[in-house]
């Protein structure tokens, strides 16, 4: 059962990093309310390293934010969580697949090995955890200023890529916990050799005879 837990829980590591990779570098984490386009037939989205706008024609233009240090404070934020999250999720793979029960790798104890896929759950659990608070923050800013009725820049809409950060940071908790469920530590019971018996006599209890070794004289009539 542990077993098939590492496994699975190994599994949504690899898939909540793919995701949150691609949550990364995609460019829809907003997307330009129809409500404020002129015209239907363009298309304007945001992500964190670039804006694009795209036409009805095919035609796609994108432009990289020219600086960094002039960008939002919540941008530059979620960009550093999003790039932490990548780094922990790989390095929790990496822990996680040593610590596999599974797996042999050299002469590695097996309570080491416990404690290798408790640390690479943590690790997963954490890197959803820098995830979610970066897409929960930047949505919660879209929804902000899509509902604020002073603000006079261009309203957006939730786009695609947080829905992607949003599935990376539950499949990182789910399989975080299923790597640290899997190291729950179990009281093993006593073998047949650390089972001691005791008896006081004054307990009345049954006496155990031994037969006594033979001697020497009987060794010897024994072979006449």
């Given amino acids: 059962m542990a077993v098939c837990l590492q496994v699975v829980g190994l599994m ?26 002129m015209s239907s037939s363009q298309r304007q989205f945001e992500g964190l390293w670039m804006s694009c706008a795209a036409s009805s024609l095919g035609s796609l233009q994108c432009s990289r934010f020219k600086t960094t240090l002039g960008l939002p404070v919540h941008l530059q934020v979620c960009r550093a969580l999003m790039i932490l999250s990548l780094m922990l999720g790989l390095t929790s793979t990496i822990v996680s697949v040593l610590g596999l029960k599974c797996t042999k790798i050299g002469r590695i104890s097996e309570s080491a090995k ?10 997963l659990i954490l890197s959803g955890v820098f ?13 902000h200023e899509f509902h604020d009725p002073l603000y006079g820049g261009v309203r957006f809409e939730l786009g695609t890529g947080l829905y ?29 050799r650390q089972v001691s018996y005791s008896l006081s006599p004054t307990t009345g209890g049954e006496q155990i005879y031994r037969a006594a070794p033979p001697s020497e004289s009987s060794s010897k009539a024994a072979y006449v």
């Fill in 12 to 37: 949504l590591g690899v898939a909540s990093w793919c995701l949150a990779s691609s949550c990364t570098s995609s460019q829809l984490w907003r997307v330009r309310s129809q409500a404020e386009s």
């Fill in 164 to 192: 992607f950060g949003w599935a990376s940071a539950g499949m990182a908790v789910l399989g975080g916990s299923m790597l640290c469920s899997s190291c729950r530590k179990t009281t093993p019971l006593p073998s047949a």
């Fill in 114 to 123: 416990e404690k290798m896929a408790l640390t690479g759950g943590l690790l």
């Fill in 131 to 143: 995830s979610l608070s970066a897409v929960s923050w930047y949505a919660s800013r879209i929804i």
